[in-house]
Structure formats: C-alpha cells, structure tokens
C-alpha cells in the first residue's frame, strides 16, 4: 500500500471547472472519504487518481512514483465503481480473475488466488455464478473482491453502496469497516451520505462546485465546520444559519429574521477577527443546543411554534423566527405543552459565527 | 448535456475506424468527385472515348437541358416528371400514410391482428427485389393476374394495368413494398408517448381524430420528417421498377435512375449518364437539406 | 389489462386488419402456392394437383443451381463478413473515442449514403471496379456492396455499443488492460447479438441485390440468383412460371428463415432503419 498525494490538481470540462486547485494527501493506510453535493467534483477526482482523466494541470503522486500522465494501467490501483462493472458475460471467478489474467499470471495461480479472496469475502461458493444469479449484496462483495485481488497500491471506491437498499448498506458499511481495518488499505472513498462518510472514515474531505471545503477528522468536521457550506450540509437536520448583523453601539447581533437582537456574551472575546458595524454574518447553532422556554433573556430570541415531529426518543420541533424556520431537536419522549410564542436560548460556548465570505469567525 | 467519455485515445480509436474509412472514401466519397469529373468528359466504354475521353465542357448537361426534347418520352425532362409523380404518389401520399394509418390504427393495442399485419408489411419489405416484382408482374397479369381476377368477380372491369396504367402500377408497387419501414418507425415512435397523455385526453372524452390531430400528431412530427426525408431519398434513386416494367411501356415508367441504368450500361455512355447522376445528387442533397432545415426549425421550436 | 373498447370499434379494426393483411398479402400468395402446383396459372387458388416436379426441374437447370448454390453465397458471405467486422470495428471506435461531433457524423454519412447510393453511383463504381481490375469478380461486388452497407450498418451497430456501460470498460482499464483485451474479452461478448444482427441484416441485403452484380458481373457462370431469374422471367420468350415461381421460393428461403430467426432471438426491434 502506498500513499496517494494531489498537488493543486485542476481539471476543466468546456466551461466546468469540475476539480478546482485540490491538494490532498491519502496516508498509507488511511481511508479518506471525499464528501459533497452531487456535480461537486467527486467522481471526477477519483477519475484523476485513476488515470480515467488526465488532469489540466497540477500534479498527482502514488507512494513516490508521479503519476499524472500515466495511463490507468501503470497506476496500479483497484477501483470498485457504483455499478460494480461485473461483466454479465464472465461468472465470477472470471470476473474476480480478470486483473490477474491481464497480467498474465498463471490460470492455476489466479484460481488459488481468486478462491481465496472470495472465501474471505464469503462469496466463496459462488465463483461459477454469473452476477444475474447472486444478490445486490453479493455483487457489491464480488466487486470489491475483484479490486482486493489484484493486491495494488491504493483502492478507490465511487459510491460502491449506493445501489444496495437501506438495510444492507449499514451490513456491507460494517464488512467494507472491518475489510479495511484487517487490510489496511489506503483508500479514496466518494459517497454523498454523510452518515456514511462519518461511519468509515479516518478524515473527510468535504467538496464544493469542485474545491476542498475543509478536511478533518469526521468529529472535527461534525463540531468544528470551518464555513457555511460545511455547516449546512453536515448533520441531520443540519445546523441553523440565521443571517445576523452586527450593531455596535448596542453590542448586540441583530437576527435578520426578526430584527431581535441578541447578547453576544461570551462570543465577544472569542472573535478572532475584527469587525465593523453593519457587518453581515451568520450565525450558526445545532437543533439539539437550542432549548426553548417560555421566558426571554440575554441570550434569547423569540419565535412562533410552527409543527412538532415527535421522532421516538426525542422530538424535532419547528419554530418560526420571522419568516425563517429554525429547527430545535429536543431529547426527550413526551414534549412538555408549550406555548405558542418561545423563546429559544442558545448554547452560546457551542454557537458558531461566520463572517461574510461565509468563513468561520468564532 | 454531459459530454461523453472517451474511454480510448484518439489513436486508438482511429485504429478501430480505418478500415470503414477506407470504404467510404473509395467506395462513397471518391465516386462522389469522380462523378463530376466524369460528366464534362465524353467518357465511353469501347472505341476511342474509352481510353483518352477528352474534355467536353458543358455538353452533356446541354444535352440533358436541350428544352427542344427533354419533355419528350424517353428524354431526361419526362424522367425527372415521371419520377417527380412516383415519389409524391409512392413515398409521401403512399408509404408515409399507408405507414401512419396502420402505426396509429394499432397503437395501444398488442395481440394477433397487430402481428398479421406487421408481419405481412415486413415480408413484403425483406423479399428480393427480384421476387417481388416477379409476384407482382403476376398479381398484375391482364388475363390471369389475382388483382384482375378479383375486380372481374365484383364486377369493376379487367384493366390491363401494366399497359393502361402503368405509373399507378409501380406506384402501388413501391408503396407495397416500401410501407413496413413508415409503420416500424411511427409505431415505435407512438410507443415512446407516455399513455398517460391519451388517457388524459380520453378521460375527459376526445374522440379518436381529436386524440390522433392534438396530442400525438404533433409529438410525432419530427418522426414524420425524418421518415420523410429517409423514403424521400430512397424512392427518388429506387430501381427495383425497372425488375417489374423495364421501364416502359414506352418510356411510361422510366424514372431517372432507369434512366441513368440506360445511359450508362446500356449505351455505355458515361459522360452523359455522369451528368444524370450528378442532377440526381443535387436534387438529392437539396432535397435533404431542405429536409435537415425544417427537422431543424421543428426542433427549436419544440 | 385490456382497456375498454366500444364493439364498434372492435369491428372497425377487424375490418381494417382484413383490408391491410389483404392489401400485404395478396401479391405474395400466389407464390406459395404456383411452385406446388401441376398446372400453370397465374390466379392464386389451391392447386387441384400437388407436385414437386416443378423443384426437380429446377435443379437440373446447372445455371440455376450454381447462382443460387454457389454465387449468392459467396456474394452474401462476404457482404456479410465484410460488413460485421468493419461495422463492429467502427461503431466501437465511434462510440469510444471523445470525436468532435461524432452523431451528426454518422448522420451526415448515412444521408449521404442515400444521396449518393442507386444508379447515379454505379456510373464512377463500374469505372473504379473496371480499372481496377474487378469487373466480373466476386471481390468487385462484394467490396461495392459493403461501401454501400457500411452506413447503415454503424448506425444499427452503434445502438447496441452505445448500451454497453462505460464503466465495464473503465474497469478492465484500471486493471490493466489494454484496447485490444477490452475489445476481445468485454466489449465484443457483449454486443454479439448487434454482430448478428448486423451480419444477418447484410446478408439479406446482398442476396437479394440485383443492381450491382448486374452492373458489375459479365459471364453467366458469375451471375447471382437474383440476375438468373430475372432473366428467367424476363427474356426467354414465354417463361414457364410455376417453374420460375419454384426457383424463385427457393431463392427466398433463406431470407425467410434468417427473418424468423431474429423475430425469435431478438424480436424484430426497429434498428434504426434495418434495410434500406
Ligand atoms: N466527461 C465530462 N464532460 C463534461 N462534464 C463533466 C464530465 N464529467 C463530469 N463533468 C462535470 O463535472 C462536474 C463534476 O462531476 P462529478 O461527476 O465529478 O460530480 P460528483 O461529485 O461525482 O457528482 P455525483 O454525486 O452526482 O456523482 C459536474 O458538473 C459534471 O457535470
Ligand atoms: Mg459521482
């Protein structure tokens, strides 16, 4: 296994800038989840490291060996794609079989080796199945199989779970976890479902109209969303953005909302830039470090109940602030009666503020 | 639109293309130029001509442009007439309606009758050329033909159609022949519109022409065009006549591609028969362009 | 499920089957059933007397049997060979390679095709094939035909290539492959059935040409069927044509058969104009 690194790797299609500028290392070993809206540029940096597209400039290495120009087959990487790409015409110890055959080895040492992957993948009595005759699950496995086979240096998955339903996603998360743990691939792993992402990673990389918007550790992207758009598309529901600008005189944040104003607190010495009135921000706050009660304070803005979702062990309630809607996760069974006018309190040491480039202030 | 990948590179891809571009350039592009060449020279067979044909100019279009003759029967002027009738009465009111009607009769219905009819119309379209206008000179016979023998019993009178009619008989002819490709294409082309137009349209009580003229007549006018681009051009150069009248009586049935087979091959006169071809080609071309154009303009506005 | 359909309109497309089947049919019936009859006619009706002497006596006309036997075979075969290799080759390529626009290319082509296909392009062809050396050859025809074909056929062709994924291909090339193992091991496999049906559309197409080989083609012993009988029933003085009708349901056979064969395999889908 060997580590794989972007330098500053650009790739246009006519007016698209489909990957814009993107630096990024894979450590050996690491798995790393590239995590983004659909059309952000994904797909296409998996493409890249694989050879699939050539990039217009910048530069892309594997272990030591630069790799920018060459063709897919001097890469030496497996790639599992959202299809599976299982050949319909080949049974699957041809289809897992098909890396080493290209290569050249032997028929009676890809055989050996073909039923020992499978095995450990336990598709091992399947081999003489063509991929019409085994299930969704299966041919994720077979998939997989293949590019495991073929022992390279880095694997790349595109959305390899998303054509399984719900339940045998969370079953092939767990075996795809535990396949990497035992094999300790180095891997680039693109999916769209952040709890996805969340679950297997050891960093994500969170992209946008094909730049990097921040990378991290999944709980550091979770509790610490360097800017908006991380802010909003992390997190089920994600977390509240209420536009807000900044009056000095008073000392408070205006909500745009509802013209409440709000206590910066604490916040105020936690700014790290400076700030002028008038300032346009954003303020951002997770449903669950919202609570809401009957009685104002410093902290505080008021809204209207719009709905209630009681969701089992805890409740999602709606409210109104002006003409925005805020969610509120509260963790408990049975709501207490509220009234119709709430306050909500922030959890202002967990409260963000982003200034108006949308990068994180606070 | 997402442009397509490219899974080789272009030299590869070339590699794979070679061998049919060979073949549309010898076979297709070089007799396009060559045809040109060919129509200012007085190119023979046999004699002097064959080997060293000089340089005519414009002599053999003046020939075929000679307004004195070229109206009379057996001149280019009564060819391009003749053909002129045959491709609006056998590829446009002919095939094109005969393809509709029967597309739009059996859409949304499946089942025996369906196939019977899509079945003979294909028959009647893969047989040899060479069969059909066999069957047909036979189904045409003034004493014992079929046709005539079911006319005589209801009673509508025993024409001698090869004779009499001529130009209607190969008109009936092509459109018989040529009817399968119009019904293929409109009623895959109806299988395309969502049923739940028409049942729109039935629920709130259209009646058969209404559904047929509002809702999948115009969905259907770029497959309409199309068809009519493609049969246009097929009938404008189809030879298959020629195999069922020769061409005659007198000249009656001798579209320019008989024409041109005449010139050409069997008075070996190539310059002129090249000047033939070329006329043909730019009816032809215009002929498709002007179709490109409106396909074109149908799909802007669409 | 069935939708409801008034009774009227039930006979009305009844009506409309019985007038459409007739219109299709009726010119065709007479040659099912004059190669089976003893007697001469030309009105259809069931033969009052069976017999297969009008096949006997086919087969011992040599000029007969050997242009349906010998040359309609050699000239379908190759069309056939021709055709499905270079069709294959080319729409895989087509589809493949990013190429400037490449759809209306093949549009373009299959117009001009039209354009410049039929008598007009006989006239530069003979000459081509005349210096050339291949007047009164097989090869000549073969080869003339297949320019014509070749259109036609990357257009049909181009359909089942473009439903194979791309990321079939993709795959085989991070493993390793190279142009040639994709095409052998993936990419070919999978549109067999395209090859087939391209391959069989060719082949009808060249059985039942006339026009070229009768262009092209001088002696008799060189003649395809085709040629022999229009001959048949053309020019010696008054044919006998329950004899001509036997060769001429011979000579249709085969593309009978081959129809049905890609009814039943493939059912008889809409290949963007099979047939021209
Ligand atoms: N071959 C191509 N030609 C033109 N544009 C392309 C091509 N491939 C990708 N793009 C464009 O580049 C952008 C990024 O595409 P990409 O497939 O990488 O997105 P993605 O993040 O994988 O999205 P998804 O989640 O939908 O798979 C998109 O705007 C896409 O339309
Ligand atoms: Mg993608």
């Known amino acids: 296994m060997a580590q794989i690194t972007l330098e500053n790797v650009t790739k246009t299609f006519g007016a698209v800038t489909a990957v814009d500028r993107v630096s990024l290392t894979i450590a050996e070993g690491e798995l790393v989840a590239l995590l983004g809206p659909s059309g952000c540029g994904k797909t296409t940096t998996l493409r890249l490291i694989a050879g699939l597209e050539i990039p217009d400039s910048g530069r892309i290495f594997i272990g030591d060996r630069e790799v920018t120009r060459l063709p897919p087959r001097e890469r030496d990487v497996a790639m599992v794609f959202q299809d599976y790409a299982l050949y319909p015409h080949m049974n699957l110890m041809d289809n897992i079989g098909y890396p080493l055959k290209v290569r050249g080895v032997p028929r009676e040492e890809l055989r050996q080796r073909v039923q020992e992957v499978a095995r450990r993948l336990q598709i091992g009595d399947l081999l003489d199945r063509r991929p019409s005759q085994i299930s969704g699950g299966q041919q994720q496995r077979a998939s997989v199989a293949r590019a495991v086979v073929h022992e390279a240096q880095a694997f790349l998955f595109d959305e390899p779970l998303s054509n399984l339903d719900a339940k045998l996603r969370l079953e092939a998360r767990a075996f795809l976890k535990h396949l990497q743990h035992t094999e300790g691939v180095t891997a680039a792993y693109v999916t769209h479902d952040q709890a996805e992402a969340m679950a297997l990673a050891d960093r994500i990389v969170v992209m946008n109209h094909g730049k990097i918007m921040q990378i991290g550790t999944p709980l550091d992207v979770y509790r610490n969303p360097q800017n908006t758009f991380v802010a909003a598309f992390i997190g089920n529901p994600p977390m509240n953005l209420l536009p807000c600008h900044l009056d000095m005189a008073q000392g408070v944040l205006v909500v745009a909302a509802n013209q409440a104003p709000l206590d910066l607190g604490l916040l105020r010495e936690r700014i790290r830039v400076a700030l002028k009135d008038g300032d346009s921000l954003t303020l951002g706050v997770r449903p669950e470090n919202i609570t809401l009660g009957a009685e104002p304070g410093p902290a505080a803005i008021p809204g209207k109940i719009y709905v209630t979702q009681p969701l089992g062990g805890e409740t999602l309630v709606n409210v109104e602030v002006g003409d925005q809607l805020v969610s509120v996760r509260i963790f408990t069974e049975e709501l207490p009666p509220l009234p119709e006018q709430v306050w909500l309190t922030l959890d202002l040491a967990r409260t963000f503020l982003y200034g108006p480039d949308g990068e994180r202030i606070v | 639109m997402e442009q397509q990948r490219g899974v080789f590179s272009s030299r590869v891809g070339l590699a794979f293309l070679t061998p049919a571009l060979f073949f549309v350039v010898v076979f297709l592009l070089f007799p396009f130029v060559w045809i040109f060449y060919l129509s200012f020279t007085n190119q023979t067979l046999t004699g002097a001509s064959a080997l060293s044909p000089s340089f005519v100019g414009l002599e053999n279009y003046a020939r075929l442009f000679d307004f004195d003759r070229w109206a009379r029967a057996g001149e280019f002027g009564s060819a391009l007439w003749i053909t002129i009738q045959f491709v609006l009465g056998s590829a446009l009111l002919g095939q094109a309606v005969v393809g509709l009607t029967i597309a739009w009769a059996f859409y949304r219905r499946k089942g025996l009758l369906r196939e019977i009819v899509f079945t003979l119309a294909v028959l009647a379209w893969i047989i040899p050329d060479v069969v059909v206008a066999f069957a047909w000179s036979a189904f045409l016979d003034y004493e014992q033909g079929t046709l005539n023998a079911i006319l005589g019993a209801l009673g509508l009178g025993r024409p001698d159609w090869l004779f009499r009619y001529p130009l209607i008989s190969i008109i009936l002819f092509n459109t018989w022949r040529g009817s399968a490709f119009s019904i293929l294409l409109f009623s895959s082309a109806l299988e395309t519109i969502p049923p739940s137009y028409v049942e729109t349209a039935d629920v709130v009580g259209a009646s058969a022409w209404q559904k047929f003229r509002d809702i999948l007549f115009p969905l259907l006018r770029g497959h309409i065009l199309t068809d009519l681009i493609l049969i246009t051009l097929w009938t404008f150069n189809v030879f298959t006549p020629y195999l069922l009248t020769g061409g005659g009586p007198t000249f009656k049935t001798e579209v320019v591609s008989i024409y041109i087979y005449r010139t050409a091959f069997k008075f070996f006169e190539f310059g002129k028969g090249g000047a033939i071809a070329v006329v043909v080609m730019l009816i032809n071309l215009t002929l498709a362009m002007g179709y490109l154009a409106m396909l074109r303009r149908q799909k802007a506005s669409a | ?276």
């Open chain 3, 1 to 276: 499920m069935n939708r409801y359909e008034s009774p009227l309109a039930r006979v009305g497309i009844v009506l409309f089957t019985m007038l459409a089947a007739s219109f299709f049919a009726l010119p065709l019936l007479w040659l099912a059933t004059a190669p089976f009859d003893a007697r001469v006619n030309l009105t259809v009706h069931i033969p009052a007397e069976l017999t297969l002497d009008n096949f006997r006596a086919v087969f011992q006309n040599s000029f007969a049997v050997r242009a349906l036997l010998v040359n309609n075979l050699i000239i379908a075969g190759g069309a056939m060979l021709t055709v499905a290799t270079v069709a294959t080759l080319a729409s895989y390529g087509l589809s493949r390679t990013r190429i400037p626009g490449r759809d209306i290319l093949v549009y373009v082509l299959i117009l001009f095709s039209s354009v410049v296909g039929g008598t007009a392009a006989m006239v530069p062809l003979f000459l081509l094939a005349y210096h050339l050396g291949l007047v009164d050859t097989h090869i000549g025809v073969i080869l003339v035909m297949s320019g014509g074909l070749l259109p036609s056929a990357i257009f049909i062709m181009r359909d089942f290539v473009d439903t194979i994924p791309r990321s079939y291909e993709e795959a085989a090339l991070v493993f390793g492959a190279s142009p040639l193992h994709i095409f052998r091991d993936i990419a070919f496999p999978l549109v067999r059935p395209g090859v087939a049906v391209v391959a069989i559309w060719a082949f009808v197409n060249a059985w039942g040409a006339f026009l070229i080989p009768v262009v092209l083609l001088r002696s008799p012993h060189n003649m395809p069927a085709s040629v022999a009988l229009y001959s048949f029933y053309s020019e010696a003085g008054t044919p006998v044509h329950t004899l001509v009708a036997a060769y001429a349901f011979l000579y249709t056979i085969p593309v009978l058969v081959l129809y049905l064969i890609v009814n039943w395999r493939f059912g008889f889908r809409f290949f963007g104009g099979i047939k021209r």
